[in-house]
């Protein structure tokens, strides 16, 4: 199945920094999600982007997909110090086998 | 308030044993799934259900069984079989299989004694 992996594997920034996650999937995808997941509880989802979106904003996170290079990136800006924890992308497959995730990034802002 | 609910949120298991994590939802969603995180690493997944009465084997499958006899539930069962079950168990459903995001219960964490 494909897979996504996350790029750093941590992330230590100041409060106010902006902060940036990579993410490479190795095959063809349906859409890609980003989570974040808190130490010990469960996953909650930030943002989905289609295969045929390039960009797409919610609040203080961008989220850019590049399909010819099989990638994307989660931007938070203006970070604060309730957005440390890990987060996760996942890919949806053109067939309907489920999200595969990553590893995550776990992201510490420090005040 | 809608949500997804998962019991026990730790469970001690001796070697040998059967247990069953019990995952509910009230969000009407056709879709549910079970993943299992270990420590610093991503959800793999081990069942999903599409519709009721019908499931399909992640890439983890073995030594784990689920049912769907009712939308709103989807146990699981850690079998005997499965030799390294202690880890993070986390119950999620969506609208649809692949097109929209999931809503994840606030996981199981199971530990063999």
């Known amino acids: 199945s494909q897979q996504g992996e996350e790029d750093p594997q941590a992330l230590s920034i100041q409060e106010g920094e902006n902060a940036t996650m990579n993410c490479s999937y190795k095959t063809s995808i349906n859409n890609l999600q980003w989570y974040r997941q808190n130490s010990g509880r469960g996953l909650v989802h930030l943002i989905l982007?289609?295969?045929?979106?390039r960009e797409k904003h919610s609040g203080r996170l961008r989220v850019t997909l590049d399909t010819s290079k099989k990638s994307s990136s989660l931007l938070i800006t203006a970070s604060r110090a309730a957005d440390t924890a890990s987060y996760f992308c996942?890919?949806?497959?053109?067939?309907?086998?489920?999200?595969?995730f990553g590893k995550g990034t776990h992201l510490i802002i420090q005040p | 308030d809608g949500g997804i609910t998962q019991s026990p949120k730790y469970l001690f298991r001796k070697e040998g044993q059967n247990v069953t994590l019990s995952c509910e939802q009230n969000?009407?969603?056709?879709?549910m799934y079970w993943y299992r995180q270990d420590p610093g690493q991503g959800l793999r997944l081990i069942y999903y259900s599409q519709i009721v009465n019908d499931f399909q084997k992640g890439d983890i499958a073995e030594g784990y069984s689920v049912s769907r006899e009712k939308k709103e539930s989807f146990p699981l069962t850690v079998t005997s079989a499965q030799k390294n079950p202690t880890a993070f168990y986390l119950c999620?459903?969506?609208?649809?299989?692949?097109?929209?995001?999931?809503?994840f219960g606030s996981g199981t964490r199971l530990t063999v004694v």
């Open positions: 982007i289609r295969s045929n979106e």
């Open positions: 969000l009407n969603h056709d879709a």
């Open positions: 996942a890919t949806a497959g053109r067939t309907a086998d489920g999200l595969t």
């Open positions: 999620a459903s969506s609208i649809t299989v692949s097109n929209y995001g999931y809503t």
